[in-house]
Structure formats: structure tokens, C-alpha cells
């Protein structure tokens, strides 16, 4: 019985400690270095059945006090605020819609797609599933099964 209490115990100081050290992984800025096929294959475009997207990603900040940028375009960049969930190994991103909204996000709005905020701001969640985090690696995944593949800037 006491091996197993100590057990139990070094599991759970083993998980806190992870959870932790993944969070601390992903603050900083991350840069697409290219996109994986569950085989193993770098994609270079991907066909979504009428024209072809070039494999890419957007450069992702994640800064320590939870807030966070994705920036597809010098001028098309999403913001609001993250927390990475350990234990199921995803980032929830609550993306901040941008005053005044859009097209797009008054209609998630007046269909109840979107959530407010105590500010007052409209937003939706975006989960991102990570499957490796390390200092240095970021990979997530992407529509069938693809692999999004990062490096930490230094």
C-alpha cells in the first residue's frame, strides 16, 4: 500500500510538472517550416476539390501573459488569448473578432456561433491539437490528417 501512495504521488508531481513545462515551451514565436502527410511526406500544395493552397502556416506568437497573434498576411493577423490543456495536448484560442466585425463575424454572432466576453467582445474558440512540443518543435495537427510543422525564433 505505501509503494502505491508513492507512486500515485510521483505520478501527480510528474504530470504538474509537465503541464507545466509544456506551457512554458510554447510562449514565443513560432515560424511554419512545412506541412507532413500522416505518411511521412512533405506536402507542398494541398487540393480542396477547385483550386490548390499552398502548404503553409501562420506565424504564431504565444506571449506568457496568455495572449496570442496569428499572423497569416502583413495585414490578416487574428489575436485574443490561449491556454494550453496538458492533458488533452491542445491550445484553446479564444479569437478576439476585430471592431468593426465583418461580414463573417456578424453572421457567427447573430447565429450564436460566437460568445461575449466581461469586455464585451465577441469571440470563438479555436482548438489546435498538438501533437509534439518541445523548446524547439511545434507540430500540430491540420485538416486530414496533416501535420503543421514549427521552430521556436529565437
Known amino acids: 500500500m505505501k509503494n502505491l501512495l508513492t507512486y500515485l504521488i510521483l505520478l501527480i508531481v510528474a504530470a504538474a510538472t509537465c503541464q507545466g513545462q509544456s506551457k512554458e515551451n510554447l510562449v514565443g514565436t ?15 500544395t494541398i487540393w480542396h476539390g477547385q483550386a490548390h493552397e499552398i502548404a503553409n ?3 504564431l506568437t504565444y506571449n506568457a501573459d496568455g495572449s496570442y497573434t ?3 498576411t502583413p495585414k490578416n493577423t487574428d ?3 490561449w491556454v494550453y490543456d496538458a492533458n ?4 484553446l484560442h479564444d479569437l ?6 465583418s461580414f463573417a463575424a456578424k453572421y ?19 482548438t ?14 491540420a485538416r486530414d490528417g496533416n501535420r503543421r510543422i514549427y521552430k521556436k525564433l529565437k
Open 57 to 59: 502556416g501562420p506565424k
Open 88 to 91: 488533452k495536448k491542445e491550445i
Open 96 to 101: 478576439i473578432y476585430k471592431k468593426p466585425y
Open 128 to 141: 489546435d491539437e498538438v501533437i509534439e512540443l518541445s523548446n524547439e518543435k511545434l507540430i500540430i495537427s
Open 30 to 44: 513560432w515560424e511554419f517550416e512545412k506541412m507532413m502527410v500522416k505518411n511521412g511526406n512533405q506536402v507542398d
Open 108 to 126: 457567427l454572432i447573430d447565429s450564436g456561433h460566437a460568445k461575449k466576453n466581461k469586455k464585451g467582445d465577441y469571440y470563438e474558440v479555436i
Open 79 to 81: 489575436s485574443g488569448t
Open 70 to 72: 496569428k499572423q497569416f
